[in-house]
């Protein structure tokens, strides 16, 4: 109820400084639904997310911004990379009863695509609710976009469409070159405006709830809660990012539909396929909640093994690791794993070189693990000696994963008889 979201408001944790942080924070700094006819921006008590397949709108046509500065609780201003997470927990109370299916699984873009070449019947009832980070454009971002900034630009209602995939602030994922692109419209759009190919929108969670079962309506006052998939870098690195500007940002969306006339939400017809929540404002539910563990990692090395207090305390608990001591046996030592951001005790989590080749063109390919808050350069060199930056593209062809493609713009194509390359992680 909306009592216990006021206790939580007090169970923040102070400012931390360096080290061990925990965030229970009752309600976001702000919270927006994002629709292209919310004439009152910031003043409503709920939210809703919902599709529309109608040509002139978003497929994701009603999207609900949430936000938490953090600055106040969690020192801003620090290399991102310093930002470790063990948790990363969004949740939102339900505030219409029993009217949308439950699904906590994912569901691939080509479930929606009714009609369409490539189209798969959905293989469950209902729609899963997602978390996505946000994105900005029109000049704005996480610090400047409010809950009264402009929208973006509206066309008028009898034009050809409604300001497709043009709001100034809009749930966002990675492509493959890491950077965020907005999902308004990755299912596919019939208008003459929008000709993308659809893509895969990969959630970075999936709402869960323990007050119904897989395929059964959602009663009123159900906790959604998100927990966010931090076995993915650049998730990962987004949140890091955030920390350090003090305002964290994200996204909830669904391809739930505006109408419903057959079971599972296909077709058109019908009232009450889409779940409302309930806002900061709301005084009968309780409003937006954020749960966030991590450490900040100062340069504190009290017993001088180059291996910071803080990181040893957030992995051992204690500041007795070694730098050469490699506790998961993956072959990278704890000096190695701090330094190249990956976990000394998860086996799976290093820094590895997958492959490294030249084409027929004698331009290096090489594929490579990442871990959050890193960049990688790629150089090459003849004879290990005299290194220089390799041209080309990174790209991100899968989940910690890196690839880059030389694409030598000033020099003519030759195979070498041999050449070398090497990763810089900075």
């Known amino acids: ?26 309600q976001p700094t702000l919270d927006r639904w994002m629709y292209p006819f919310d004439f009152e921006p910031g003043n409503r008590v709920t939210a809703s997310t919902f599709a529309s397949f109608d040509s002139r709108f978003d497929t994701r046509d009603a999207q609900f911004l949430l936000g938490w500065d953090t600055a106040a609780l969690v020192a801003p201003k620090a290399a991102p990379a310093r930002y470790l997470l063990r948790r990363v927990r969004v949740s939102v109370t339900v505030s219409r009863d029993k009217t949308f299916f439950y699904d906590p699984t994912y569901d691939s873009y080509v479930t929606y695509m009714t009609n369409q070449p490539g189209y798969v019947v959905d293989g469950d009832l209902g729609r899963p609710i997602e978390l996505y980070g946000a994105g ?27 300001s497709i995939a043009t709001r100034n602030a809009f749930a966002a994922q990675f492509d493959a070159r890491g950077e965020l692109i907005d999902l308004a419209n990755h299912v596919g759009q019939a208008n003459a405006t929008w000709t993308n190919a659809p893509f895969e929108a990969r959630p970075w969670a999936v709402g869960q709830t323990t007050n119904a079962a897989p395929g059964e309506l959602v009663p009123e006052d159900s906790v959604l809660t998100f927990e966010l998939d931090l076995t993915d870098p650049l998730v990962v690195g987004y949140v890091q990012g955030a920390l350090a500007n003090g305002r964290l940002r994200f996204f909830i969306s669904s391809l739930s539909p505006a109408q419903q006339a ?102 290096v390919q090489v594929r490579f693990t990442t871990a959050p808050g890193r960049t990688y350069r790629v150089e090459v060199s003849a004879d290990q000696q005299n290194w220089s930056p390799a041209q080309g593209q990174l790209t991100y062809p899968a989940t910690g994963v890196a690839e880059f493609t030389e694409q030598r713009l000033n020099l003519p194509p030759a195979v070498p008889p041999f050449g070398f390359c090497r990763v810089v992680i900075e």
């Open 1 to 26: 109820m909306r009592w216990s979201a006021f206790l939580l408001c007090l169970l923040v944790a102070l400012r931390a400084l360096g080290g061990e942080f925990g965030l229970r924070i009752g």
């Open 136 to 162: 900005f454009r029109g000049g704005f971002t996480a610090e400047t976009f409010l809950e009264n900034s402009a929208y973006g630009p509206l066309n008028a209602f009898t034009s050809s469409n409604i």
């Open 262 to 363: 057959t079971v599972g939400g296909t077709g058109n017809g019908g009232f009450g396929s889409y779940p409302l929540y309930a806002n900061k404002e709301n005084a009968l539910y309780d409003p937006p909640k954020l749960e966030l563990d991590g450490a900040l990692i100062t340069d504190e090395d009290s017993d001088t093994d180059g291996l910071p207090d803080d990181w040893e305390r957030f992995y051992f608990g204690d500041i007795t690791a070694t730098p050469e001591a490699d506790p998961d046996g993956d072959g990278a030592d704890n000096r190695r794993e701090y330094a190249t951001g990956t976990q000394p005790l998860a086996a799976a989590s290093a820094f590895r070189l997958l492959a490294s080749t030249f084409d027929a063109d004698g331009q």
